[in-house]
C-alpha cells in the first residue's frame, strides 16, 4: 500500500471546525482512502473512507483533490471528546486482506 | 450487538515466559486481525485469519503465532517474551475478506508488560 504524510499534531478550539490534512502523492487508482482515529486508551475506530468523490457521514467530511494526492478530513464541530490520533491509510481495493498499515498519524488537541 | 472483546485486558509476564491472548469477534465476523502497538514502531499489524486460515501474515518473528477456531474467536501466542514485547495488542475483525471498504472494528487490545 502507498504511503500517507500527516502532521505530527493539531489543536483546535472546542465547537470549531477541523481540517486534518493528509498527503499520498503516489496513491495508485485503486487505492481507497481510510480515515481511522484511536481515543486515549482504546482502540481505532473507523471514522469514514472514500475513492474520488466527496463523502460524508455522520462524524465527518472527507474531501478528496482532483488528483487524489491529498485529501483532507473535516470534522465540522469539535468536541473535546474528538481529541485523538487520527490515521490516513491507503488501502487498495485488491487487497481483499485485513491488513491497515498504520502511519504515525495527527494527535488532535481539542481546547475547551 | 457485542464488540470485539479482547481477554485478559493486563498482563504481566517474564523475560523467557510465553503468553495466549484471546479475542472474540463481533458476532458473524468471519476475518480476526492482529496489531501490536508500541511508543516507537506504532500500530503494526501481526497476521490475520479467515476461516481458521492464516491469510496475512506482517513482519514478525516466528515466536508470534495464532490460530482461529470454528467459532471465529483466535488466539495469539508469543513464546520466549522479550522485553521488546511489551506493548498493546489489538484484535479486530470484519465480517469477510472479499470487498474493498469493509470496515474494521478494533477491541480494546491487551495490555502486556514483560520484566
Known amino acids: 500500500d502507498a504511503k500517507t504524510t500527516q502532521p505530527n499534531s493539531m489543536e483546535s478550539n472546542e465547537e470549531e471546525p477541523v481540517h486534518l490534512p493528509c498527503n499520498h502523492s503516489t496513491i495508485s487508482g485503486t487505492d481507497y482512502i481510510h480515515w481511522y482515529r484511536q481515543l486515549p486508551s482504546q482502540g481505532p475506530e473507523y471514522v469514514i473512507h472514500?475513492?474520488?468523490s466527496n463523502v460524508n457521514n455522520r462524524m465527518a467530511s472527507l474531501a478528496i483533490a482532483e488528483d487524489r494526492k491529498s485529501s483532507t478530513l473535516i470534522l465540522h464541530r469539535a468536541t473535546l471528546r474528538d481529541a485523538a490520533v487520527y490515521y490516513c491509510i491507503l488501502r487498495d481495493v485488491g487487497n481483499a486482506g485485513n491488513m491497515l498499515t498504520f502511519g504515525g498519524g495527527t494527535r488532535l488537541m481539542v481546547k475547551p | 450487538k457485542a464488540g470485539v472483546t479482547q481477554t485478559p485486558r493486563y498482563l504481566i509476564k517474564t523475560r523467557g515466559q510465553q503468553v495466549t491472548l484471546s479475542c472474540s469477534p463481533i458476532s458473524g465476523h468471519r476475518s480476526v486481525s492482529w496489531y501490536q502497538q508500541t511508543p516507537g514502531q506504532g500500530l503494526q499489524f501481526l497476521f490475520e485469519?479467515?476461516?481458521?486460515?492464516?491469510?496475512n501474515k506482517g513482519n514478525f518473528p516466528g515466536r508470534f503465532s495464532g490460530r482461529q477456531f470454528s467459532n471465529s474467536r483466535s488466539e495469539m501466542n508469543v513464546s520466549t517474551l522479550e522485553l521488546g514485547d511489551s506493548a498493546l495488542y489489538l484484535c479486530?475483525?470484519?465480517?469477510?475478506?472479499?470487498?474493498?471498504?469493509?470496515?474494521?472494528?478494533f477491541g480494546p487490545g491487551t495490555r502486556l508488560t514483560v520484566l
Open positions: 479486530a475483525s470484519r465480517p469477510g475478506t472479499s470487498g474493498k471498504n469493509n470496515e474494521q472494528f
Open positions: 485469519y479467515f476461516s481458521e486460515t492464516q491469510r
Open positions: 472514500g475513492l474520488t
